[in-house]
């Protein structure tokens, strides 16, 4: 396949470029900024543009069979509440779009945990654990209303572009190795408790990017792409118990297992998050 990526000079993007490459298909990286350094590996070019320019986005999709929309800030905080969340709602819009202009029927587009809010919440809020995706929507920051907004508007498109098939990735806390989230989310730390101890590694997070370009479901889909694993070696149930006792528990949190549920990737897309190397 032909596939335009957005955010390709990101970290994720750089990711899915290298296991899309070494998949045999052929990646317009898209971003506006360049790449750190030059690349001129076979099928893979580079097109400077900003998501939020419309037409440079229908031009650098031409010719293409897939999207893999990753660019966006990820982050509340850095910039202003109103650039956070224009940006990447627009940029949404733009890339979904342009994608339907061409005829683009297969794409992906980066979504978060923080969807339905979590680490930049003022308090967090959960109905049950593990989390999975009919868990309710309590965002209130520019970033994760963001996300969630860009998801309504996967739904919009594929009822307009009955044909066109959408898979939203919630993932979380992207890394190279589990060792630099375990660093960064400790039993007993803020950060840990706010983000659930939860991480994905990179390589995981672009293969399933890839195998939502392939899965044979209808319409539009979230999937969270979570690690199975926390950070840490405290039982989930005890960390649950301790942090979290209001919050019921609906499934196994035995172990170390994640406070979110990917069973719905796996089943659905053959997702599957691989072992340490």
């Not at 069979?65 to 509340?76: E, K, Q």
């Not at 654990?129 to 309710?136: C, G, L, R, T, V």
Request: aromatic content about 10%; some cysteine; hydrophobic content about 40%.
């Amino acid at each position: 396949m032909k596939i335009a990526l957005t955010g390709g000079s990101g970290h994720l993007g750089r990711a899915i470029a290298n296991a899309a490459l070494a998949s045999g298909h052929r990646i317009i990286s898209i971003d506006r900024v360049g790449p750190s350094e030059a690349d001129d590996r076979d099928n893979l070019s580079f097109v400077l543009a900003d998501i939020a320019d419309y037409e440079a986005l229908v031009d650098a999709f031409e010719g293409c069979d897939a999207l893999i929309h990753m660019a966006a800030i990820p982050v509340p905080g850095k910039l202003a509440d109103h650039v956070v969340h224009n940006n990447n709602v627009t940029g949404s819009y733009n890339a979904l779009r342009a994608a339907a202009e061409h005829g683009i029927k297969r794409v992906c587009q980066a979504s978060s945990v923080n969807a339905i809010g979590l680490a930049f919440s003022r308090k967090q809020r959960f109905d049950y654990f593990p989390i999975d995706e009919k868990h309710a929507n309590y965002c209130e920051d520019p970033y994760s209303l963001s996300k969630w907004i860009c998801e309504q508007q996967a739904d919009s498109f594929v009822r307009r572009c009955e044909d066109m098939r959408i898979a939203s990735l919630r993932f979380h806390f992207v890394v190279h190795e589990r060792e630099t989230a375990a660093r960064a989310f400790r039993a007993d730390n803020l950060p840990g408790r706010q983000q659930l101890w939860a991480y994905v590694r990179a390589d995981a997070s672009a293969q399933a990017c890839l195998l939502s370009l392939e899965a044979s479901f209808k319409g539009h889909e979230v999937f969270y792409i979570v690690a199975p694993d926390t950070t840490v070696e405290v039982p989930s149930a005890e960390l649950a118990a301790r942090y979290y006792p209001e919050v019921a528990i609906r499934g196994d949190l035995s172990g170390n297992r994640s406070f979110f549920s990917s069973e719905k990737a796996g089943r659905v897309l053959g997702w599957k998050h691989p072992p340490a190397p």
